[in-house]
């Protein structure tokens, strides 16, 4: 079968089990496929596929149309510009979830220069994308990434590794910020489980079937998680210090109750106008 014929038949079999961005998705795995780019697929239309490249690719298909997520069947995903290895151990790095790292960094930006190196912890890092875009934009700074999955923790290293940042983060095991000194930190950052279970007949059907699940829900409400965040990171953060989390707009509300207290408390929202990121500073005294 030639490529061209390959990709459409895809797009037409995707299409009919109602995959969403179909011709998206037949593109994207059949690049996997072919370990080659979108200019090569249409370039070279004639080009035609092995019986080993065909049955990969009937393969791949096959995983998509049950819901497989298209970054599990790759194992790939881009994010703050890195290519970062995913598994089905860890969620799915977000473009809504770049607004996190813009918030520490604008938060950083306004804050007085410290003295020493910034020290940063990444609650429940899964596959590191948070901490390593930090690393990447503050070069000087010191980070402490923590999962409770041991499984997700070996994605995260290996991401590190692979973008030669093992050596700027220091991952550990643990629940949220257990085990770290108080008032010792200048940024806790965290993308925690925010999905009440009430509304898991909302969440996609390939999220609640095939991403992790506690990296998804975070128990009956979504405010599980973040209402033991909150504390801790209280604890851990220097005066002064700052909170940045991802949050929906479900429980935006119920989040600022929650961080009553603390000062510059600030919700924002991403591209579609959709509350998604908290951050706020612990007092000075």
């Known amino acids: 079968m030639q490529l061209k014929e390959a990709l459409t038949s895809a797009i037409t079999r995707l299409t009919a089990d109602q995959v969403p961005s179909p011709r998206m998705n037949a593109e994207l795995l059949l690049m996997f496929t072919l370990s080659c780019d979108r200019a090569y697929l249409y370039a070279h239309p004639e080009r035609e596929l092995t019986a080993e490249e065909a049955s990969r690719y009937d393969a791949a298909l096959a995983e998509r149309a049950r819901g497989v997520p298209a970054q599990y069947i790759t194992g790939h995903q881009e994010f703050w510009g ?35 190196p910034l020290r940063i912890a990444d609650a429940g890092t899964g596959s590191g994308c948070i901490a390593l875009a930090l690393a990447t934009e503050l070069p000087q700074a ?46 806790v950052v965290s993308n925690p489980p925010y999905v009440g279970e009430s509304e898991e007949d909302q969440v996609q059907l390939e999220v609640r079937k095939f991403e992790p699940r506690n990296a998804v829900f975070a128990g009956p409400r979504g405010l599980e998680v973040i209402t033991r ?4 990171a209280h604890a851990v953060l220097k005066p002064g210090g700052w909170l940045v989390m991802e949050i929906s707009g ?15 408390v600030q919700i924002t929202p991403d591209l579609q106008s959709i509350p998604r990121v908290a951050r706020a500073r612990k007092p000075q005294t």
Do not use: Y
């Not at 598994?87 to 604008?106: C, F, G, K, N, S």
């Not at 402490?144 to 095991?173: G, K, M, W, Y």
């Not at 479900?250 to 510059?264: F, H, M, Q």
């Open 229 to 232: 965040l909150i504390p801790q």
């Open 142 to 187: 010191e980070i402490h990434a923590t999962d409770i999955s041991p499984a997700a923790l070996e994605v995260a290293c290996a991401n590190a590794a692979r973008h030669q940042l093992e050596h700027r983060i220091q991952f550990r095991q643990a629940d949220l910020l257990t085990g770290l000194e108080p008032n010792s930190l200048d940024i």
């Open 250 to 264: 479900t429980i935006a509300d119920d989040v600022k109750e929650l961080l009553r207290g603390w000062d510059g």
């Open 82 to 116: 890195m290519d970062l290895i995913v598994t089905p151990a860890v969620l799915i790095p977000r473009p809504e979830t770049e607004h996190v790292v813009e918030a520490v960094l604008d938060s950083v930006g306004r804050a007085p220069s410290p003295a020493s």
